[in-house]
């Protein structure tokens, strides 16, 4: 059964800064790998979106890679904003008939002006 | 991009009652819909997944007598609490994965149940 880990579960920094939030996952037999935002009381808005045969994903001031072998996803913010406050969700699909997601607990992030 | 609409947004109900929340695939059609509940500050937990024509799949521990789930026509999916309770009451997400393309996932903005 697939497993996702997120870390940290909170993170806070100034304004500008650069920042890495981390995901992991136990069955590196993955399909593809996402990035979400979510801000408090609303739904899922879908930032990267990785296949299992690429290395990285690159949006604007966003970046996502995946490295398969050791079960690990990372999501480069640059320049961080207050904007960018939210919880930061990543969900790992293992393929199959329906291509199900397992989703980790979240990474909330808060930046300061 | 893809969307995908809920409706309600949010739904207040007398314990007892039974709900019906609405996802629908706006501008693409869905092989598969998906449905979430996730509780104050945890994470998405998938309760079904529903291929149009065919009976939903449950995960375990979600009762399927309580959770009635119609996947009616490639862009409709419904979900019914029936007899809702206060423990019922949670943020339901939906989410469609069209029947091309890179098989991702388009979620809706979400309905937040509250049974009294």
């Known amino acids: 059964k697939q497993e996702v880990t997120q870390i940290p579960a909170a993170l806070s920094v100034p304004e500008g800064e650069n920042l890495v939030l981390n995901c992991s996952f136990t069955?590196?037999?993955?399909?593809?790998l996402q990035w979400f935002r979510q801000d408090p009381g609303k739904g899922l808005t879908s930032l990267l979106l990785?296949?299992?045969?690429?290395r990285e994903q690159t949006s604007g001031r966003l970046n996502a890679s995946l490295d398969k072998s050791s079960g690990r996803s990372t999501l480069y913010i640059a320049a961080s904003q207050p904007g960018d406050s939210a919880t930061y969700l990543c969900a790992a699909s293992t393929g199959g008939s329906n291509y199900k997601l397992t989703f980790g607990k979240g990474t909330l992030l808060t930046v300061n002006p | 991009g893809a969307v995908v609409s809920q409706h309600p947004s949010w739904v207040i109900c007398k314990s007892g009652t039974s709900v019906k929340i609405e996802c629908r695939s706006l501008?693409?059609?869905?092989?598969?819909m998906f449905w979430y509940r996730q509780f104050p500050k945890q994470s998405l937990m998938l309760m079904a997944t529903?291929?149009?024509?065919?009976?939903?799949?449950?995960e375990q521990g979600v009762e399927k007598d309580k959770f009635l789930i119609n996947h009616a026509s490639l862009t409709l999916s419904t979900l019914t609490v029936t007899s809702a309770h206060p423990e019922d009451s949670s943020f339901y997400i939906c989410?469609?994965?069209?029947?091309?393309?890179?098989?991702?996932?388009?979620f809706g903005p979400g309905t937040r149940l509250t049974v009294l």
């Open positions: 069955d590196s037999a993955i399909y593809n």
């Open positions: 501008d693409f059609q869905a092989t598969t």
């Open positions: 989410s469609a994965r069209a029947s091309s393309g890179n098989n991702e996932q388009f």
């Open positions: 990785i296949q299992s045969s690429q």
């Open positions: 529903s291929n149009e024509g065919s009976k939903a799949t449950y």
